[in-house]
């Protein structure tokens, strides 16, 4: 439809005008364009805020004299979370945290799916001063029910403890979850 406006009309006169085409076609690029604009706007708002998730834990144990640890969380972005250091490392610990996961008996949609609560065995690292606790899942061990509880020793506490008498001189974890 062409866009006529009137603009005269009496009895004797008709004035008439037509908009020109490339006012047409200047306002269609400007409304695309905006449209574009926030579309590409809310996708990049989207994926950035989803692209940013997880985080980086390193965990540097080594023996000189006595054995000394630093964890460093730092997030996607690079910016550190958390710092510590244990020094001296006198003894490692247990300590159970109370989980759950769900367990399906079968795949599909005739599954028995049922949530299981269970503990996770936790590395704890004791100074003098302080202990902290080790969230890397390579240094975490599940046992399978609440009725199974953790031990006071296990392949990973055994490792440290190798790191704390010095028969072991350096140990390095990380877990990167970004």
Known sequence: ???????????????IADKPRINRLLK??????VMGAVIIGL????????SYKGSLTTLECFHKEHLTCKMITVDARGVLIN???ITPVERVGIFPVLSSRKVCSSRGEDSD???VQHYKCQIRLHSPQTSVSVPISELTQETS????SCPKQNSISLQFEQLISGTQKARMWVEDTR
């Open 1 to 15: 439809m062409a866009s006529i406006r009137i603009l005269e009309q009496t009895p004797t006169r008709l004035v």
């Open 113 to 115: 799916c049922e949530t």
């Open 83 to 85: 710092q510590a250091e």
């Open 43 to 50: 996708g990049w708002a989207v994926t950035s805020s989803s």
């Open 145 to 148: 029910s609440l009725a199974e």
């Open 28 to 33: 269609s690029v400007v409304i695309g364009g």
